[in-house]
């Protein structure tokens, strides 16, 4: 570890400039599992559809981590006690929140993993908690939310954490979608604690509310953007091909952390009973899947060289919106047409082209930790009652989209 000054200064392109608030923290920034971070996209394959959308997760955790900063300096300014220890902690907590992020996003978590990204970053951290010398225990307990101070814990996760204020600003600034700008510093200026839980004063309500509206909005322009949507279901088909081409014993290129993966598919019980699992992970980045792809355009299997060269070449699968199901009736005749056209003798490999899915989502979820608004006389109101403007019970709803995904060379 470095014995030099750590007390360093990021410029960001967001906010400006970013102090390192703690010695450890520098440590922990410099360490492989948060360096990964550099070579894994926050947006996955977003960029396809918005060009400056190349950001990293080790942006989004530097962002997070300063909005950290801003929000206990705030919180300890209207009295309440937040000691240097757990300062440290929950700094560390929301540096480390992501750690366990695969490339691509989620794209691993459905092919490669039978393992949540979260539970990954948990297993991460208890590492590297034993390699510094069981410095981070207050973090897990801040993390795994067993630690008695439960706003704490509110801060790296929860509907209002600095994790969502840094990523819907981040996103909004690198896509240029404008609908997704918040007003991150406001929304912190206005946090305090009732009864050991994040509330918002009622002066802030007009921001929460700004907020809920470009958090949906995000949703829908970026983060389930029917292009990236393509782009992504492509990629998982391709590293489901290519894992099948494995099992087949077929020869495979790949970095052997990516073929570590390709032929097996560790469970929660695997990466903690098997040490080396973890260190294959903490190899794996998005180059990895990409240099992977780009030399699979010439296999010879015609089904993984298809599905590269036009993922590579960015000629995507067409996706089409339905409020129902899709008719199997429908599928059928598509994956027909596919199979003709590209003279496939099993009926099956057409799966790998024609794809029926859907996808979910809701702004504000009445289930989870609330955000809850403070009032002058004390009361406490959800933002689902305290709103006039809002329609929650829209924001609140969860929409469903089903979708249906194929080569744009035949017709649905």
């Known amino acids: 570890m470095s014995t030099g ?14 102090k390192v608030p703690f010695d450890i923290i520098y440590d922990l920034m410099e360490h492989p599992y948060i360096q990964r971070l550099r070579r894994i996209r ?23 981590m300063h909005l950290m900063n801003s929000a206990v300096d ?14 440290k902690a929950v700094h560390a907590a929301i540096l480390l929140h992501d750690i366990g992020h695969g490339p691509f996003s989620h794209v691993l978590e459905n092919t490669l993993l039978a393992v949540d ?41 929860s509907q209002l954490d600095m994790d969502r204020l840094d990523y819907l600003k981040r996103d909004s600034f690198f896509t240029g979608v404008s609908e997704g700008v918040i007003g991150s510093d406001r929304i912190i200026k206005m946090l305090n604690i009732h009864d050991d839980s994040l509330v918002i004063e009622s002066k802030g309500i007009y921001s929460i509310e700004k907020f809920l509206v ?17 782009a992504e279901q492509m990629l998982i088909h391709i590293l489901k091909r290519a894992r099948q081409l494995v099992s087949e014993g077929k020869e495979l290129f790949a970095p052997p952390h990516l073929l570590f993966f390709m032929k097996q598919k560790p469970t929660i019980d695997d990466f903690q009973t098997q040490k080396e699992i973890i260190q294959h992970f903490s190899l794996l980045d998005d180059d990895d899947i990409m240099s992977s792809i780009k030399v699979w355009t010439s296999h010879p299997d015609k089904i ?13 699968f067409r996706v089409t919106f339905s409020n129902t199901v899709i008719k199997a009736s429908q599928i059928k005749e598509l994956k027909k047409a596919v199979a003709d056209q590209m003279q496939l003798t099993n009926m099956d490999d057409a799966d790998y082209f024609v794809i029926a ?9 009445k289930n989870d930790d ?37 080569p744009k060379s035949v017709h649905s």
Request: with cysteine.
């Open 5 to 18: 000054n750590k007390r360093k200064i990021i410029n960001d392109p967001v906010y400006g400039f970013i």
């Open 117 to 157: 990204h979260e539970d990954i970053s948990k297993l991460m951290m208890e590492e590297l908690n034993k390699e510094f010398d069981n410095q981070l225990d207050l973090t897990l307990q801040i993390f795994n939310n067993t630690y008695h101070k439960k706003f704490l814990h509110q801060l790296v996760s």
């Open 304 to 316: 993984l060289s298809n599905l590269a060269t036009n993922f590579v070449g960015r000629k995507l």
């Open 357 to 365: 899915n859907h996808i979910s989502n809701n702004a504000y979820s």
């Open 370 to 406: 609330r955000i809850n608004i403070l009032f002058s006389d004390g009361s406490i109101k959800d933002i689902a009652s305290a709103s006039d403007m809002l329609n929650i019970s829209v924001l609140g709803k969860t929409v469903t989209k089903h979708y249906l995904c194929h």
């Open 74 to 87: 705030i919180l300890r300014s209207k009295g309440h006690e937040i000691t240097d220890e757990e300062s």
């Open 42 to 64: 926050q947006l996955g394959l977003t960029h396809f559809v918005y060009p400056g959308a190349m950001h990293t997760r080790f942006q989004h955790a530097m962002g997070a």
């Open 214 to 230: 470009a958090r949906r909005l995000m949703y829908w322009q970026v983060y389930l953007h029917k292009t990236a949507l393509a």
